[in-house]
């Protein structure tokens, strides 16, 4: 028994050895200078090859992105000789923006050797998750198709979203957020989904506009003397619209007051500069005829 498993040891240990020397001899074979000359020589139509492709590639992404911004300003001026709204016309840009650099980056892949076959049935594969993934994004592309097919606003207005009280001057409408530039030249972003399924209020819509003015008189005071000292100053005011009805009238009895309200039309645009001009010309006025203003006052009775 010993002999036959010293026998069966010795065949396996020649048998590993011989498989090691083919090995060792092999890895000569490829080692010696001219198979490894030959096997760069192999390559080197691929390099090339892989190498022209590439710069061919590079060419056609230059070239496309001349040739895109060359169709953007052809597609502008085309707009703006259709008369089209500024808001429509930066929508489109957007869109044909995106869509032309989608098509570059096609080219350059299958330039590089990518099949556009597979490219595209790997987009459409992922088509479902991306769809879920960005389903906010694409809730805001179709609330800028909304804002640019029913125009509750357009690029100028200014306009007020109730939601998160977010208010200014839309200075742009992208493809899916609009921007507003607020009075102290701050910039909000506002996803269109949310302007698109929300209330909001565009106070330059119309070109006019009525200022409504309060104020309160003691109870002594002489109402009618003081509705006479509005009057004449709602005339007097430069700025309003001549064919528009002016009105002077008490508006409420409260505790401690006589509420009375002065409404005049004046354009859109002078609204704040009539509204706040007006407040401060009736203090004086009032002060100037000794009519007295209510404020809050505390009195403090001490008992002996």
Not at 42 to 57: G, N, T
Not at 122 to 139: F, H, I, K
């Amino acid at each position: 028994m010993n002999v036959e498993r010293n026998l069966i040891c010795g065949n396996v240990l020649a048998e590993n050895r011989t498989d090691n020397l083919a090995e060792l001899q092999e890895l000569q074979k490829v080692a010696k200078p001219g198979v490894l000359k030959s096997y760069l020589e192999d390559m080197v139509p691929y390099l090339v090859s892989f190498a022209v492709r590439v710069l061919i590639a590079l060419v056609i992404y230059f070239i496309g992105k001349r040739m895109i911004k060359w169709l953007r300003k052809v597609l502008g001026r085309a707009l703006e000789r259709s008369g089209v709204d500024e808001g429509v016309k930066q929508f489109l840009d957007s869109f044909f923006k995106i869509i032309l650099y989608f098509i570059l980056a096609i080219a350059v892949v299958n330039q590089l050797g990518v099949e556009t076959t597979s490219v595209m049935a790997v987009l459409g594969s992922a088509g479902l998750t991306l769809g879920l993934a960005l389903q906010g994004s694409l809730s805001n592309f179709a609330g800028g198709v909304l804002i640019l097919l029913f125009k509750p606003f357009k690029v100028g207005d200014y306009i007020m979203e109730d939601t998160h009280q977010n208010e200014g001057t839309v200075s742009e409408i992208m493809i899916f957020y609009t921007r507003l530039v607020t009075t102290d030249n701050r910039t909000v972003v506002i996803p269109n989904g949310m302007l698109a399924n929300s209330s909001l209020t565009n106070v330059t819509w119309q070109d006019k506009r009525r200022v409504d003015v309060f104020v309160g008189i003691s109870y002594e005071a002489d109402i009618r003397k003081a509705k006479e000292l509005l009057m004449e100053l709602l005339l007097s005011e430069k700025a309003r619209l001549e064919d528009e009805e002016l009105s002077v009238f008490v508006d409420a009895l409260e505790d401690s007051s006589v509420k009375l309200g002065c409404r005049i039309w004046v354009a859109a645009e002078d609204y704040w500069k009539v509204k706040w001009r007006l407040n401060e010309q009736i203090k004086e006025i009032f002060d100037e005829h000794q009519i007295e203003i209510p404020y809050n006052q505390l009195t403090v009775s001490l008992r002996p």
